[in-house]
């Protein structure tokens, strides 16, 4: 189809613009800025009059809006809004405008109210209103940007009491439900609601950027949502735009979503928090990643190269293997004790034979590197027959130890290797 998107190069319209294109759908940017050389380009300013609907156009995807931090007018805002749905009219394409979860007539903040007075205009003519929850993912941009900035700059994570409620949706889970609507005529003057069917505290959102995306400890404090209204009016309203304080305190009452039935109805399972917080969306990757440097070090007997480890996985993944098989907190934290479960008695059992397999993957990758030949060939230099001796007796003075620890290891061998599941977030 041919789709014509406002917004085609923020936050979301990227992910959906490219989507859309790769599932074989022509596609038109409505942006103040030229697109990528792959789309066709029309120059459209929100605060500027509509474009002309250009021929054969199916759907008009509206998700340009005002985000900046100086006053905006909601009037010439819902103006914009209106002007594009008599555009689509004009060339009978259908209209679908993608509001927010804080849509509201009596919303706190001018943002949602402003998304409200759209949204009635837009069933009215009989489009299709998308309200997202908390969209995160994909590049740091939007509130995700604002939120995963602040978890990167502060040691601290401010855990709001009252603790209000978000309910998550990956910029690309999102990308794929607005094209699946777009695929779909018997969606019509109706609300989607798209998010996390259970709301997930926003503390613990936060927590979850810190651990999944920044990846470094932060130390939760209490901080009442009182004590931050009186930050904000110490502020002022214009700085507390800047800093973003308004758009976390639209977050504040935020009334949950019945979002379970749009999902249901869209065909769309979101993926876990944890999986869609890695850059690359898909957690499975950080499991391989994390499965190498297990592996990798305890057979070089050193840190490897950032190489080694991106080529086990993909070595991995073009095996149809896309799931990690270590999980034990232990073996991530000391590689070496994988030496109690390299043994036949482990190795040959039915749940040992896809380690194995895996050991002999990564033994392949080490051996034939550089760094792996100082390793395996012994590229190093000659030593004296005293150091020879020493290196000789240190070995085997190591090969006993573990010969020893092995067999007093033995009985908690398997669960090294069946350990940490619990700890998986589903």
Known sequence: MKLLITGATGYIGQRLSALAAASGHEVICATRQPCPATYAWLPYDLRGPAPDCPTGTQVLIHLAADTSTAATNADDEVKAAQALIRCAQQGSARFIFISSQTAEATAPGVYGRTKWRIEQHVLAAGGSVIRPGQVYGGPERGLFGLL???????PFIPILMPAPGVQPIHVDD??????????????????????????IAFGHFLMSIATHRVRAARLPVPLPVALLRLLRVSLGQ?????????????????????SERSLQKLGI????????????????????LQEAAVLL?????????????SRYARALERAGKT?????SRLLMRWPILLALLDNPGVLHQPDGQELAWRLQIALGIAEASPQGAQVFLGTQQPRSLIATLVALGLTSAKALAWK???????????????????????
């Open 148 to 154: 995963s900035g602040l978890v990167r700059r502060s």
């Open 174 to 199: 999102l990308a794929a439900s607005i094209l699946a609507v777009v695929e779909r005529n018997d969606i019509h003057a109706e609300i989607l609601n798209l998010g996390a069917v259970q709301p």
């Open 238 to 258: 214009s700085l507390s735009a800047k800093l973003g304080l308004e758009r976390i305190f639209s977050l504040i009452r935020l009334p949950p979503m019945d």
């Open 269 to 288: 399972q979101l993926r876990p928090l944890a999986h869609g917080m890695h850059r690359s969306g898909h957690g499975q990757r950080r499991g391989l």
């Open 297 to 309: 070090p305890y057979l070089l007997k050193r840190p490897p190269q950032r190489s080694l480890v």
């Open 323 to 327: 799931r990690s098989i270590i999980h």
């Open 404 to 426: 020893i620890a092995e067999l007093l290891g033995r009985p908690f061998a398997r669960q090294l290797l069946l350990g940490s599941e619990a700890h998986r977030e589903a």
